[in-house]
């Protein structure tokens, strides 16, 4: 299955974050939310089972001057084989001239699957980005499959951020520089001018990006315990 939707949000009259643009296909549906206001609010529904190893999906998503938008999941992502040996690939692209939250729900990578995942980020120079993943290795009592996580940011052109995450390899996911044995890892990237504390903890870190912004990593054995970091960072 080949599928592809794009989100365009731009600004009004009265100075709200409005859609001007929104086109479907299935799996990838996408549902704005009944308000009006200065953030505009759409949710990203899977309306089948998706994606299957073989499955190609993209979304693009454009935020003009000054508007702003919080794209959210409502449910997790698994990914699962299909009838052949096929890989799955996904691609989510934002061009950005005003403010993005995106927040999907936990992908779970589940045994055979086989996967390729990239998001990329064109920003303005005043453009501002904030992106989750939360990656889980397989299902209760199951190994995982594979998945190669890719984030590119740029702003203005000049590279931000170039990150490549690659899971489902047990003796990497179990060793004290992959993994660690952890069965969830969820990261957090921050695209602004906003100056925030950097460290880290337990299992968890947060580190400035040499163009601005920060980058932050938790480790963890369930989603509750990894998003609860990402909240409080």
């Not at 698994?78 to 927040?103: I, T």
Request: overall charge neutral.
């Amino acid at each position: 299955m080949k599928a592809s939707a794009r989100l365009v949000v731009a600004l009004d009259s009265h100075g709200n974050s409005v859609v001007r643009v929104l086109r479907s296909m299935t799996p990838l549906t996408l549902v704005p939310a009944r308000r009006v206001g200065p953030v505009a609010l759409v949710h990203l529904v899977s309306s089948v089972t998706a994606p299957l190893g073989g499955d190609s999906l993209s979304l693009t998503v454009e935020v003009g001057p000054g508007a702003s938008l919080e794209l959210r999941g409502v449910a997790a992502t698994l990914l699962l084989p299909g009838s052949s040996d096929a890989e799955s690939s996904s691609l989510v692209r934002f061009l950005v001239e005003g403010s993005v939250r995106y927040l999907p729900e936990p992908t779970v990578v589940t045994r055979r699957a086989r996967h390729s995942a990239v998001v990329e980020a064109e920003l303005d120079g005043h453009a501002q980005l904030r992106t989750r993943e939360v990656l889980v290795l397989g299902r209760t009592g199951e190994p995982a499959g594979s998945l190669s996580s890719l984030v590119r940011a740029t702003r203005c052109g000049k590279p931000l951020l170039h990150q490549q995450l690659v899971v489902g390899d047990p003796a990497v996911d179990g060793a004290s520089a992959g993994l660690a044995g952890h069965r969830v890892v969820g990261t957090e990237l921050v695209l602004d001018a906003v100056e925030r504390a950097v460290g880290g903890g337990e299992w968890w870190s947060v580190v400035p990006l040499a163009a601005g912004g920060t980058l932050a990593t938790a480790l963890g054995d369930d989603v509750v315990t990894v998003t609860r970091v990402l909240d409080a960072i």
